[in-house]
Structures are given as C-alpha cells and as structure tokens.
Nanobody, 111 residues
C-alpha cells in the first residue's frame, strides 16, 4: 500500500515536498515514480528513482523537482508554476511487472 502526503495550495514560485510511504521496505526492490494528472488531461510521468538510486525527470520539471528516498519517497518541488497543478500519484514498479499506485495528493498552484 502506498500513501501520499504533503499536497496543498501554494503561490507561483513556491515550494512543496510530497512524501510517499509504503507498507513494507520496498524501495530497494521497486522503481519508484511520481506521476500527475491535471484536470481534463491524461496522467503523465514526472520523475523516477530506480531501486539502485538513479533518477530521471520529465523535461517540464527538470531542474525544479528533486526525487529522493529514505524512509519514504519524496518529491521536492520548487519554483512551482500554475501548470504544475494536478493530483500527484506515487507508483511502485517491479521488474517482474508488479505495479502499485497510491490514492493521490492534490497540488494547486495559484495566485
């Protein structure tokens, strides 16, 4: 089970840190990703931290967002823009195909 937290409302240029906690120590065995879905749009990939620790980012967030993991998987979001407004979802993906999603947390960027 994955549980996201940390969403909220911020002004443009603000920052938020999202957290994804898992029931069980899965971070060493699963690639962990953040995805987001804006109103009226398809869900899109945001960032991934692989089980080995390598990271990758969508071009739209590169340089502004940082994904990391410790006791949870975190997404530090800086210089937020109105277009970052979305529900953010945590995903755990195993090489064998097992995939799990959290329930999502809302991020709203508005002045």
């Amino acid at each position: 089970q994955l549980v996201e937290s940390g969403g909220g409302s911020v002004q443009p240029g603000g920052s938020l840190i999202l957290a994804c906690k898992a029931s069980g120590n899965i971070f060493n065995f699963y690639d962990m990703s953040w995805h987001r879905q804006a109103p009226g749009k398809e869900r899109e990939w945001v960032a991934t931290i692989a089980s080995g620790g390598s990271t990758d980012y969508a071009d739209s967030v590169r340089g502004r967002f940082t994904i990391s993991k410790a006791s949870a998987v975190y997404l530090e979001m800086n210089d937020l823009k109105p277009e970052d407004t979305a529900i953010y979802y945590c995903n755990a993906q195993h090489l064998r195909g097992w995939s799990y999603w959290g329930q999502g947390t809302q991020v709203t960027v508005s002045s």
